[in-house]
């Protein structure tokens, strides 16, 4: 994995996180928004501008690759170097809960 790709994506944002996250199967911009908002409880907001600079990053950096058109919406997915980032990111997220799990464990000792 290239370096800059590394630098940028590893620890990754929230946005990111739930873009790829959303993007393990096609989607569209429009169809991830709704995903997390529902994911998320209305929780996470993604905003437009911020989605599609999202996407178009990501695409130019090949983390995703545009896949289809469909009704006007451009659906796209995780390349191979994606689901490399978000396996990574998966184990960051694990290595976490299961610090803080051993530190109230060993608090309720």
Not at 38 to 57: I, N
């Amino acid at each position: 994995m290239d370096q800059h790709i590394r630098k940028v994506y590893v620890p990754m944002t929230e946005t990111a996180f739930y873009i790829l996250f959303c993007l393990r199967q096609p989607n569209h911009g429009y169809g991830v928004v709704q995903t997390v908002d529902r994911m998320t409880d209305g929780e996470v907001k993604l905003a437009p501008g911020t989605m599609y600079g999202s996407l178009a990053k990501m695409e130019k950096d090949g983390v995703i690759r545009f896949v289809s058109e469909e009704d006007k919406r451009k659906l796209y997915e995780l390349t191979e170097l994606g689901r490399e980032l978000l396996e990574l990111e998966f184990k960051r997220i694990e290595r976490l809960y299961r610090a803080v799990r051993e530190v109230n464990d060993e608090k309720q000792d």
